[in-house]
């Protein structure tokens, strides 16, 4: 089955052979099964499972340093399981050559929590820059595609602006007028609402509800932001000590509230999930710092 | 005792561990080198910000170091009545040696350093992952352009250093000091060897300016990706530059030079 409301707007890519117009939209655009992975010694993902419809919002949340954005990276295919799969659109990323990874690399978009922009290029310079390197577009075409993507973030009169003299908000809006330039199918973003003030904050959530229902993208995010990740979401999945503890819909969380999901949709300290990195107890840290300086 | 052992096994292992990433870093080069030929304007961009902006620093010291040999030469030569040979010495101190050397130096700490620190704080800021995450792979659109702009400018510059120290002999020599022009030229031309010494010049400054550019672009691959990581990338690419610039050289020479 084609889709019919988004030809003509696929800015072709060559060697773009694309699988997922075939796949039907029931069928969840990332599946995760069973993924392992630590970083030295410390499991991040201790046999996480998790799906991604296709079309939607899904939030990932999590405390800090539950692996989010390790998460994020697995999917684009930065890092590599240790254990279990990962598809998207039916590809197990963690087992593609790099030429088809760079393939489905073009399918997404990830916007980093800094926006990562390439700082010797300007503004609009940063958002041609995918449509440079992929296609072979005549430069009054270009043009025309990059002021749209720069006007829908709001910010076409920004174009000649250099990366440094962008505020937090506006470099992430330019990211994310870059992360759509090449119209991918799903769009991940990472930690979109931190360090924002209330009204950028509505503005971005405005733009991913915007963009995702007028593209009809998967869209993941990953926050902690819980008021905003509720409110923006199809589908919330909870993880905590490297798996998801929770997922559904917001409003069946909220209702269902698991001991764990109640502590973090609630903030409050105490709960399953420990305020302390885990470690040696605090008392014997202590003792032993004592010992060593009477040495 | 045991932690002395320890510690040169721990320091052995880490530099062996550097070693295995560079060369790996360098073959991911060579297999993107087809990139920089289709993309040329790339590497052209990059040799103008890596060797043009070298110029200024390589001729202003090409000049000096031709002055200061006229002088010393000079002083060694009129003893002997030879001060017409003038031309001869400075020509064949700065082709040989002090050309590639001083080029390599001077190239290590203008444009490795800058090289290093601009790698390592696009790795820092995430501008690399982000141009991987836009399937876009960062060696053939970073790493590569930037290590074949190196390597191409590193001989033009010390061409560019000769060139000026002759001058700069000329001016004192025989400016300053009274030596015949005609001889300055003639002598000069007498005694340089197309193969001999031109050569073994260019071999150098290639040589130097591959280990250079590698050093410098590895560096900032590498790099820590904090601001303190950073610094210590640029000042471990002067410092490993520097250090291997020389060695090579003594090497170099002794396998050009040593046999006759
Ligand atoms: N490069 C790295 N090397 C080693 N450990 C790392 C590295 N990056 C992250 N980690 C570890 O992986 C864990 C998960 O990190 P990650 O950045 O994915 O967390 P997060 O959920 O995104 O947190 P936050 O919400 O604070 O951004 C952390 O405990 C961190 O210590
Ligand atoms: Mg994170």
Request: a negative charge; proline letters at 4%; charged letters at 20%.
């Amino acid at each position: 089955m084609h889709a019919p409301r988004r030809e003509g707007r696929r800015v072709r890519i060559p060697g773009d052979s694309n699988v997922s117009q075939s796949a039907s939209a029931e069928t969840p655009h990332i599946v995760v099964e069973d993924l392992h992975f630590r970083r030295g010694r410390k499991p991040i993902f201790d046999g996480l499972s998790l799906e991604v419809p296709r079309g939607r919002v899904t939030t990932v949340m999590g405390p800090s340093g539950s692996g989010k954005t390790t998460l994020l990276r697995l999917i684009g295919g930065q890092l590599r399981p240790d254990a279990g799969r990962i598809l998207v659109d039916g590809e197990e990323i963690g087992r593609l050559s790099t030429r088809r990874l760079y393939a489905v690399r073009k399918r997404m978009g990830l916007l980093f929590q800094t926006g990562a922009l390439l700082t010797d290029l300007s503004v609009f310079e940063n958002v041609a820059f995918p449509l440079r390197e992929h296609t072979e577009l005549p430069e009054d075409i270009l043009r025309t595609l990059v002021l749209m993507k720069l006007e829908a973030v709001g910010l076409r009169a920004a174009r000649d602006m250099d990366p440094a003299e962008l505020s937090g908000g506006m470099a992430r809006r330019v990211a994310l007028a870059r992360a759509l330039a090449l119209d991918p199918e799903l769009i991940m973003y990472d930690e979109p609402f931190t360090g924002l003030d209330p009204i950028t904050m509505g503005q971005i959530v405005t733009l991913i509800r915007r963009t995702n229902h007028s593209l009809g993208l998967t869209s993941v995010l990953v926050s902690h932001d819980v008021n905003e990740a509720m409110s923006i979401s199809d589908h919330v999945v909870l993880i905590a000590e490297g798996r998801a503890v929770d997922a559904g819909p917001p409003d069946a969380l909220q209702a269902r509230a698991s001991d764990w999901s109640a502590q973090f949709l609630e903030g409050r300290p105490d709960g399953p999930v420990p305020f302390h990195y885990p470690g040696a107890s605090y008392q014997d840290d202590l003792l032993d710092a004592g010992g060593r300086n009477h040495d | 005792m045991i932690d002395a052992i320890a510690s040169v096994g721990r320091f052995s292992l880490d530099a062996l561990a550097v070693l295995g990433r560079a060369s790996m870093f360098l073959l991911r080069i060579f297999a993107a080198l087809d990139a920089v030929v289709r993309r040329f304007g790339l590497t052209v961009w990059q040799v103008y910000s890596v060797g043009v902006r070298s110029v200024l620093i390589v001729v202003v010291a090409g000049l000096f170091v031709g002055m200061v040999l006229a002088y010393q030469g000079y002083i060694t030569l009129v003893d002997f009545g030879a001060a017409e040979a003038l031309g001869g010495v400075v020509a064949l101190s700065l082709v040989r040696e002090l050309g590639p050397v001083v080029t390599a130096l001077l190239f290590a700490g203008r444009a490795g350093s800058a090289l290093t620190a601009e790698l390592g704080l696009m790795k820092t800021t995430e501008q690399l992952s982000a141009m991987e995450m836009m399937a876009v792979n960062p060696y053939r659109r970073v790493f590569a352009p930037r290590f074949v702009a190196g390597f191409l400018s590193m001989p033009l510059l010390a061409a560019m250093f000769s060139a000026v120290g002759v001058m700069g002999g000329y001016i004192v020599g025989v400016g300053l000091l009274g030596v015949d022009s005609g001889a300055y030229f003639s002598q000069m031309q007498a005694v340089t060897d197309w193969n001999e010494d031109v050569m073994s010049g260019v071999i150098k400054s290639i040589v130097f300016g591959f280990v250079v550019s590698w050093i410098a672009v590895f560096q900032g691959m590498d790099a820590t990706p904090t601001s303190e990581g950073i610094s210590r990338a640029t000042t471990q690419t002067v410092v490993v530059s520097s250090l291997a610039v020389l060695g090579l050289d003594f090497i170099l020479t002794g396998l050009m030079f040593g046999g006759n």
